[in-house]
């Protein structure tokens, strides 16, 4: 079973493999497929393989060590890692630690316009729609993608860094709150 | 030379205040609004004056910065306290700008080492599916479709229209004349075009000559302009 496993794999490539669609195919339960996904990846750890097994927006894909980085950019001429400039980064930040969240208040908290940002990223499969906000208007309602982590190589959105922004949202809350108890 | 950072470099008026604000290492919390606004409207002047784009919302800021150390300036009136601070409003959304901009650095090293491996394209497996649909299926639904598309033709075709043309047979014509000429002997040319009907006139014209081939009948005009007779072969004499 684990060939198959690995066969699987193979040909999903970059498209990933989800646990369900691993445990369908195999027909087996979820701890023995997840038990399988264990034992290959310990497979190829151990023996030192060319490849390996990364969980990247809860898709299982095959992919190749970074340790022969070096190696592979060889293979093409001029090496320019293209990275997603700052305001892409802070703009995908914003979505994914507020999602489902709208333009103007990404908007806001960049204090720019973000709709030609956010039209990049939605080409490019970052973020997608994600519903509409219930207020006047209906402001599409945007959140981050698989192939968001993947970009980043995370596995889920709890392996996003961990940063304080909970405090700041007590006090905005607070804020909103005393703002109107002294109007009344 | 004064190295000098563009406004291309800052992702937004709060991108720049930061940086101002590091410049001088002040803390965020402890920003001086009649400073940093002189600081922030020089940066906005040294880049219109080397022909730079200053974006709308620059100036947006540029304003509230005013508005706000015309604040600062003005004695401070009793319901100061109840009015939004906007000193404080500025600072909170500075520090939440930090926040993600604190993340940024970290997402990148993430991407930076995501760059590092690959996965492959996905296979191409629609062989497979072709085969599997297209033999059984696929020319099925072709053929149902087809069918289909012939009972709309069938409904499309104008409902059992019949054009009521009245034909006429050559030959019928030719016996109709003929069998006048031998009664009456001699017929004006005239005569035989009784109804105006152009199929009719066609087939009666064309029924005479072929008489006249067949040398049934004779054809006669006395002079120019004048009657023309028909007359049956056999009947004329000179």
Known sequence: ?184 | MEYIITIDNFSGPLDLLLHLLKKDNVKIEDINIEKITEQYLNYINKMETLDLDVTSEYLVMAAELIEMKSYVLLPVQVNNEEEENPREELIKRLIEYRNYKEITDELKLLEDERKKYFSKDISDLSPFEIESHDKTECVDVLIEAFNNFIKRQELDKPIDTKVAIKEYSLTERNKEIGSIIRKRKKVEFKELFDKFDRGYIIITFLSILDLSKKQEIKIIQENNFKDIFLVNKGDYNG
Do not use: W
């Open chain 1, 1 to 184: 079973m684990d060939k198959v496993l690995e066969g699987l794999l193979f040909l999903v490539g970059d498209d990933g493999i989800e646990l369900e669609e691993i445990m369908n195919i195999l027909d087996k339960s979820k701890e023995d497929s997840l038990k399988l996904i264990r034992e290959l990846k310990t497979f190829y750890d151990d023996n030192d393989r060319a490849v390996t097994i990364e969980c990247l927006g809860s898709k299982y894909k095959l992919v190749t060590r970074a340790i022969h980085y070096g190696y592979y950019t060889k293979l093409v001429n001029n090496v320019e890692a293209k990275e997603l400039s700052q305001s892409f980064l802070e703009t995908l930040a914003i979505i994914a630690y507020n999602e489902p969240v709208t333009r103007s208040q990404v908007d806001e908290i960049r204090g720019v316009d973000s709709s030609y940002v956010i039209r990049r990223l939605l080409l490019r499969d970052f973020v997608c729609e994600d519903g509409r906000l219930d207020i006047p208007g209906r402001p599409i309602l945007y959140k981050t993608t698989s192939k968001f982590l993947d970009y980043f190589g995370l596995k889920s959105k709890e392996d996003l860094p961990i940063v304080e922004i909970e405090s700041k949202e007590e006090d905005e809350v607070d804020i909103f709150n005393s703002k109107y108890k002294e109007d009344v």
